[in-house]
């Protein structure tokens, strides 16, 4: 049972246009959510996050978007940068702790040139 | 570089063996957090520990223990192999006082299991 869902495997985007990311949840006691970058052969990189009492989050080129009631959350990315080109993924915790991040299994974003 | 080191890279071994994987965390870092993730899979969160004291425990099979040592590195015991342990095993370690969730991550040890 998979509480955490990224339904796009990939997503294309053209360099210098908006990349947005969607992510879905089903568990309602996640209060704490997050966004990974991964690059081939690394380690995933901490990109942003958001606490549930917040609906937007905002780090430069990066912003997420929560919707508590329909259980969804975003990343949006402007303008987009080849640099951008990894997979993200999204993930979710209860208690706002560390113990036990919940991820989904990743969106591959392709920056077009 | 994340600055959490992970070891060996890469391992391929029989099903039925046991192997060890390695993690040094962060400087200062006194979590570890062990994920394992195979193919089109995302991370699966094994097991947490937080200054050689077991936190949290996720999906992880009997046949897999941890532990973390008072220098804080951390080893990931997989035993009695099969098949479908073959995956990419991750370690992560945070920093106190630093946003919940906000994990750095090694390089990951892929294990291939034949």
């Known amino acids: 049972d998979q509480q955490v869902k990224q339904n796009s495997p990939s997503l294309s985007v053209q360099e210098g246009r908006i990349s947005i990311l969607n992510c879905d949840y089903t568990?309602?006691?996640?209060?704490?959510f997050l966004w990974y970058k991964k690059y081939p052969a690394e380690g995933p990189t901490f990109l942003i996050s958001?606490?549930?009492?917040?609906d937007k989050n905002e780090d430069g080129r990066f912003t997420v978007f929560l919707n508590k009631s329909a259980k969804h959350l975003s990343l949006h990315i402007v303008p987009s940068q080849p640099g951008d080109s990894a997979v993200y993924f999204c993930a979710a915790s209860e208690r706002g702790g560390a113990d036990g991040l919940t991820f989904g299994k990743g969106t591959h974003l392709i920056i077009q040139p | 570089d994340s600055g959490v080191t992970q070891t060996p890279k890469h391992l391929i071994t029989a099903t039925g063996q046991r192997v060890t994987l390695r993690c040094s965390p962060r400087s200062g870092d006194l979590s570890v957090y062990w994920y394992q993730q195979s193919l089109d899979q995302g991370l699966q969160f094994l097991i947490h520990?937080?200054?050689?004291?077991?936190?949290a425990k996720g999906n992880i099979l009997e046949r897999f223990s941890a532990q973390q040592f008072p220098d804080l590195h951390s080893e990931l015991n997989l035993s009695s192999l099969e098949l479908g342990d073959s995956a990419l095993y991750f370690c992560?370690?945070?920093?106190?006082?630093?946003?919940?969730?906000?994990?750095?991550f090694g390089e990951g040890s892929r294990l291939t299991v034949l």
């Open positions: 992560a370690s945070s920093a106190p006082g630093r946003g919940a969730g906000e994990l750095f």
């Open positions: 520990y937080y200054n050689g004291e077991e936190r």
């Open positions: 568990n309602s006691m996640f209060d704490y």
């Open positions: 958001i606490s549930s009492i917040k």
